[in-house]
């Protein structure tokens, strides 16, 4: 690791302009650091600056509402809360199955939704590809098990946040400070990634994720399907919320986590659960098969095919029994 | 339903010669107080990395040499170089004063890689997927003879030991001598290596291994990381520390080689197998040894076996190196599987075919436990289910040799009552330390916490390197024999002083007694000695009362759930049952069984060394996508130590880890009804699996001679 300044101011204002302080290369921010310190090992990012923002004196930035979480909220928080295992059951489910106790009890939120892709060749220093600004991706001919069910542009990369699409799902938003906007919606946080394969996110340097507000949704659902049921990513996950009359669905909304670059919504499997009953197995089924309409399946990620309608359906149950066993 | 067996303490309480003793080290290890090797750090030390090619191939374009000397700190970069056979391979290494001027160094370094073309595996060459060759010579004719015959191709990953403290030594050189904290499974064997890279007598070197976090096979030898630190320290004549870091761990400090195993075999409708033939071809990365897998065991009869016929193959990797029971996991994966396939197309229980093939009466015993703890009973038919979720249940075997080795122990009686064992051998996890407190303290008749054990430290009396599981069947004789003379010493002081026949005293419990007559506390009786006694037990490797006579053997019964919806694998049960001569020490004991269980189904369902196939770089050396088995993933485990009536000690360190993942494998087979021939049991392989038709019973139709193809 490279050596580089480090500091904890107390104000977010104090930490965005030091973010934009041209007295240190690559000032970047810090919250848990658990990416942070996995990238800065590897040598991928060389910052001059680490701006430490667990010290900020801004008790708003952990605080947990029915639609409003502190960006600085640790996952392990998020999931044991109340108020969000009722209101929105997804959120905590997502937040709970992240990686390990230990590093839900450090992660944060605005982390978690701005971590970096797990691409094992990204993350080798010694690979170059398209999202490093080189040539080509070494996955598409390489070992690719972990990849794109649904690639969109030249990098084959999934999106890792297990928060990001529950955000996107309940029409989600970040609160920013440090820019000239004060929100920014889920569905524009992460550029087009046909068009911008290289970028994170859209937030500028000095801008900081104070918060995420999303609508509650008392029938929603979670579900990833791991490997191993300790400390991995999911190969698949599958998220839904349900609008109820009864045992039918009125309307739904679905999304898939780790088969795309982003987050991806699913309104062929909206439209066909819309009318059925919970009970209709079947047709639920059917409706989850939507799910895979326009998969462009590597040998790798064919699997993928077959775990995307099944996490999307348990996703289904779930949020039609929220604190049921999914 | 299975899952009510009895907790393991209960079916464990008295099998053990100590039940109820924790370990020595236990606090000091959960605390932190223990100091590692790695652990041993010192200001004034220079820190050493190797440098290392990033490629399956390469050659060296350019390294800027002067640029890292210029490196404030940096103070010396040796290039012995340049071209790389594998990822992690080794042209030179780079010495500094701290660590931060190391990396600098090595950044300065900044070498330039020219690839070249690369093989990543066993599948790249083209021997793997040539069809199995004609059986030979007896074989031959018993296929021939068969009802049936039956092809299948096995195959199982590069395994990497995973040790939690990585390869490496700390040097203080001290004049004519050094003390070298070394992280090794051979204290002996280290001071023996190192001595012709420092320049130092043998007899100048003292090698320091207090404590050791995990090693597995891989820890022998001093490693290039060791000779790099060996020779720095030479020329510098100051401490040096050297330890791979965690990626290098994975790359370049050994593995259980990949196997790829290719079978045919003829056999009858009654399960009879009549004959086979076996190809293995061992996946030995750049080294050109070390690729062997058991197979076949010896334990089941298989008829007339065609069996050798063992070729490595080499690709651009690090090579093996031994690990826990070397070869037997992946061999039993294999003959297990394949058992329980032949099983199947005979419409037979697995269990029944065991019982007719295997001739051990001691397995034919253990069989009949492990049915009953996991609920063999319940076992589905084979292909039976449908639904989402399914059980299985799958059995499987081990077996372990006779390897001994010579061993001293010291044990010293101070005038205070309290003991000292004193052993130079490490104890690489098994609990050596408390297992020699132990033997000394049941044998003398003395509590526990009387004695201190002094261990890992190459002046003291030598013994064995942890490998072979033979550690503690040496070492347990040689401190029964000084425990006896330690013993028989302060007996016969005490008959002396009291004029009573020395044949009639014992100790029990700190007390030493005449019959039941309380003559003396052991203190008291240990006051009076004019200094401390010392002596020596000895085991001379051969047969005596000590001796735990036979061979090792296991027997393992997994349940396990499959999601057939997602291909997951949940392993929810194994029952490890393990004979191992006289269990010195319960917890450890269990803990050795435990501890291969856990490994073994991590080789199961996760473990596996993945190289990018274009340019051989390895893709998960680190612990995120190495997978291995964390704790929701654990099974429950029922250990058992199988008393056998001996007061010997048997191996017991590498035989729990070998049929573990055989047994999770027929488990799987039994739940989704088709066999997955290949580790680790990925969901993308379950899947697979599930596509294929459900393989053909062939024995109950008919005895006529039929060609079935697997």
Not at chain 1, 256 to 272: F, K, N, Q, S, T
Not at chain 2, 114 to 119: D, F
Not at chain 2, 410 to 416: G, R
Request: net charge negative.
């Amino acid at each position: 690791m490279k050596p580089f300044a480090y500091t904890s101011p107390r104000s977010t204002n104090d930490a965005s302009s030091l973010a934009t302080s041209k007295d240190h290369a690559l000032p970047v921010l810090k919250t848990g650091g658990m990416d942070l310190l996995d990238r800065m090992k590897e040598g991928l990012e060389t910052p001059g600056l680490v701006i430490d923002l667990t010290r900020i004196d801004d008790p708003a930035l952990d605080r947990i509402e029915s639609g409003r979480i502190g960006g600085r909220a640790t996952l392990a928080a998020v999931s044991d809360a109340d108020v969000i295992r009722e209101s929105t059951p997804m959120i905590a489910q997502a937040c709970g199955s992240a990686a390990t106790p230990q590093v839900r009890n450090v992660a944060s939120v605005a982390g978690n939704l701005l971590q970096e892709t797990r691409c094992w060749y990204w993350r080798m220093a010694q690979f170059d590809c398209v999202r490093k600004g080189g040539e080509g991706c070494p996955a598409r001919e390489g070992e690719h098990r972990f990849h794109a069910l649904f690639p969109e542009g030249p990098c084959l990369m999934v999106h890792p946040s297990n928060l990001a699409p529950a955000l996107l799902l309940l029409d989600g938003s970040v609160d920013v400070v440090g820019g000239n906007r004060t929100s920014i919606p889920m569905a524009d946080l992460q550029p087009d990634p046909a068009k911008d394969w290289r970028s994170t996110s859209v937030l500028a340097p000095g801008e900081i994720v104070t918060a995420v507000r999303f609508d509650p949704a008392p029938n929603s659902g979670f579900v990833a399907l791991k490997q191993k049921q300790s400390f991995d990513w999911p190969m698949v996950s599958g998220y839904a919320v349900l609008d109820l009359d009864g045992d039918v669905i009125r309307s739904a909304r679905t999304c898939a986590g780790a088969v795309a670059p982003r987050p991806r919504l699913l309104p062929a499997v909206d439209a066909a659960l819309a009318g059925v009953s919970i009970t209709d197995d079947e047709a639920i089924r059917k409706a989850c098969e939507a799910s895979i309409e326009g998969a462009a399946p590597l040998p790798g990620t064919a699997y993928k095919k077959t775990l995307l309608p099944v996490a999307i359906r348990r996703a289904v149950m779930a949020a039609a029994n929220p604190g049921g066993e999914a | 339903m299975s899952g009510s067996n009895p907790d393991h303490r209960t079916i464990n309480a008295g099998e053990s010669l100590a039940d109820d003793a924790t370990r020595l080290d236990g606090l000091a290890k959960a605390t932190g107080d223990a100091r590692y090797s790695r652990d041993h750090l010192r200001d004034d030390m220079r820190w050493v990395r190797l440098i290392r090619c990033p490629w399956g191939k390469a050659t060296l374009e350019s390294l800027d040499r002067d640029a890292a000397l210029a490196v404030p700190g940096v103070t010396e970069v040796v290039i012995s170089g340049d071209a790389g056979d594998y990822d992690g391979d080794s042209i030179g290494y780079i010495v500094a004063e701290n660590r931060r001027a190391l990396e600098r160094g090595l950044d300065a370094l900044d070498a330039r890689w020219a690839r070249a073309a690369c093989k990543t595996g066993i599948l790249d060459d083209e021997r793997a997927r040539a069809p199995i060759g004609a059986p030979e010579g007896d074989a031959a004719d018993a296929i021939d003879a068969s009802d049936f015959t039956f092809e299948a191709t096995y195959s199982t990953p590069v395994q990497t030991h995973s040790s939690l403290e990585t390869h490496g030594m700390m040097i203080e050189p001290d004049g004519e001598g050094a003390i070298v904290h070394a992280s090794t499974q051979g204290t002996f064997l280290v001071a023996d290596q190192i001595g012709r890279f420092l320049g130092k007598r043998r007899s100048r070197i003292v090698v320091d291994c207090e404590y050791i976090g995990g090693g597995f096979g891989s820890k022998f030898q001093i490693g290039k990381e060791g000779a790099a630190a060996g020779l720095a320290a030479k020329s510098s004549g100051v401490p040096v520390y050297s330890f791979c870091d965690r990626r290098e761990e994975h790359l370049d400090t050994g593995n259980r080689p990949s196997l790829l195993c290719k079978i045919k075999l003829g056999h009858d409708a009654d399960g009879t197998i009549r004959g086979a033939r076996i190809e293995t071809l061992g996946g030995t990365g750049v080294s050109s040894r070390g690729g062997g897998a058991r197979i076949p065991s010896g334990r089941f009869d298989l008829g007339a076996v065609d069996g050798q016929n063992h070729q490595n193959v080499q690709f651009n990797a690090g090579g093996p190196r031994a690990m826990r029971a070397p070869g037997c996991p992946q061999g039993a994966f294999v003959e297990e599987l394949m058992l329980d396939e032949v099983a199947h197309r005979c419409g037979l229980d697995p269990l029944a075919l065991r019982r007719r093939l295997d001739g051990s009466e001691r397995r034919g015993e253990m069989y009949d436990v492990a049915a009953r703890l996991i609920g063999w009973s319940d076992r589905p038919d084979t292909g039976s289910q449908d639904g989402p979720m399914r059980t299985g249940y799958g059995i499987a075997t081990c077996d372990w040799g006779k390897g001994r080795a010579p061993a001293k122990i010291e044990v010293v009686v101070h005038p205070d009552g309290h003991l000292e064992v004193r052993t130079g051998t490490q104890d690489i996890g098994t609990g050596q330390r408390t297992a020699m407190g132990a033997v000394v303290a049941e044998r003398i008749g003395v509590p526990l916490a009387n004695i201190s054990v002094a261990i890992g430290d190459s002046r003291l009396p030598s013994g064995p390197a942890s490998g072979g599981s033979v550690c503690t069947p040496s070492t347990a004789p040689a401190a029964m024999a000084a425990a006896d003379l330690a013993r028989d010493r302060i007996l016969a002081d005490v008959a002396e002083r009291d004029g009573l026949d020395v044949t009639t005293l014992r100790i029990d419990d700190g007390i030493v007694k005449s019959g039941d007559r309380s003559i003396v506390r052991w203190e008291d009786a240990c006051k009076r000695l004019p200094e401390p006694i010392s002596v020596m037990g000895e085991f001379n490797a051969r047969p005596n009362a000590y001796w735990g006579d036979g061979s090792s053997e296991g027997v393992q019964a997994a349940r396990v759930e499959v999601d057939c919806e997602t291909g997951q694998v949940f392993v929810r049960e194994v029952v490890a049952i393990q004979s191992c001569g006289l269990p010195l020490v319960r917890k450890p004991a269990e803990s050795q069984i435990i501890g291969g269980v856990i490994q073994g189904a991590s080789y199961a369902l996760f473990e596996e060394q993945v190289l990018d196939p274009a340019t051989g770089a390895v893709l998960n050396a680190n612990f995120e996508n190495y997978k291995i088995l964390g704790a929701k993933d654990c099974p429950k485990i029922v250990p058992v130590l199988w008393r056998d009536g001996q007061t010997g000690v048997r191996a017991l360190g590498e035989p729990p880890v070998i049929p573990t993942a055989a047994a999770i494998a027929n488990a799987v087979f039994n739940a989704i009804g088709r066999p997955v021939r290949d580790l680790p049991l990925r969901p993308d392989r379950i899947l697979a699996a599930l596509a294929e038709p459900v393989p053909e019973r062939v024995a109950a139709a008919t005895t006529t001679k039929t060609e079935v193809r697997a």
